[in-house]
């Protein structure tokens, strides 16, 4: 991202040349073929496979123009918007439960960071049905809340920004909660002068 405090909806809605590829066999021979690029010039995000690795989520700029959160079958076909019914908000960094819901993160908390005069829009952690309908506030943080992912345990582990901690322009600490949003617990990091800040790419779920 272009700077500490920003998050997707910071940037450009156009001018990237994204696309999800499919490399097999898995080797440095192997052949890459391309599974889905967006038409509108939108970056991609956040692929997130489903339990049965037979769909994927993704973040793009939607047809409103704002940031959504997508879903795409496992052989390119069937792209649909999941978010979107919130037209002044953007949304993105989603990940399954188990019990077929998403968890993701939006901007719909109408939140700005304060030391750049609001001109960055916070994300704070939602959840939705799969066909995005019944959404519901997870997280209430004056800072972004990034990258939520299903622990083995079945707990969100989620990345959240201390602001108020003593390096809080790096602070990005380790948070996990239930799926429903209740016992939010520091997981790693907190109050931590070093590591400041952490950064974790969202693994395979086990199959």
């Known amino acids: 991202l272009p700077a500490n405090w920003q998050s997707n909806s910071s940037l ?3 001018g990237f040349d994204d696309s999800i590829e499919v490399l097999s066999p898995v080797s440095p021979e192997g052949t890459m073929t391309t599974l889905f690029k967006p038409a509108n010039g939108s970056a ?6 489903n339990f049965d690795a037979d769909r994927m989520l993704l973040s793009m700029v939607g047809e409103n123009g704002r940031w959504q959160v997508c879903e795409i079958r496992a052989d390119g076909t069937g ?3 999941i978010t979107g019914d919130q037209s002044d908000v953007d949304s993105y960094d989603a990940c399954y439960l188990p019990d077929g819901r998403i968890v993701y ?3 719909a ?3 700005g960071v304060p030391c750049v005069y609001g001109n960055s829009h916070v994300t704070n952690t939602y959840i939705c049905d799969a066909d995005g309908k019944n959404i519901r506030q997870l997280t ?3 800072e972004h809340n ?3 992912v299903v622990m083995n345990n079945g707990r969100v582990l989620y990345q959240r920004w201390e602001y108020a901690d003593i390096p809080h322009s790096n602070s990005r600490m380790l948070f996990s909660m239930n799926p429903d949003g209740t016992s939010q ?3 790693y990091g907190s109050n931590s002068i070093w590591p400041n800040s952490m950064f974790y790419a969202r693994p395979v779920p086990n199959h």
Do not use: G, H
């Open 185 to 187: 617990l520091a997981y």
């Open 140 to 142: 209430f943080d004056q």
């Open 146 to 148: 990034w990258c939520p």
């Open 44 to 49: 991609v995000t956040d692929v997130d496979l």
């Open 79 to 81: 792209l649909r918007e």
């Open 12 to 14: 450009a809605k156009s």
């Open 105 to 107: 993160t939006s901007t």
């Open 109 to 111: 908390c109408f939140i």
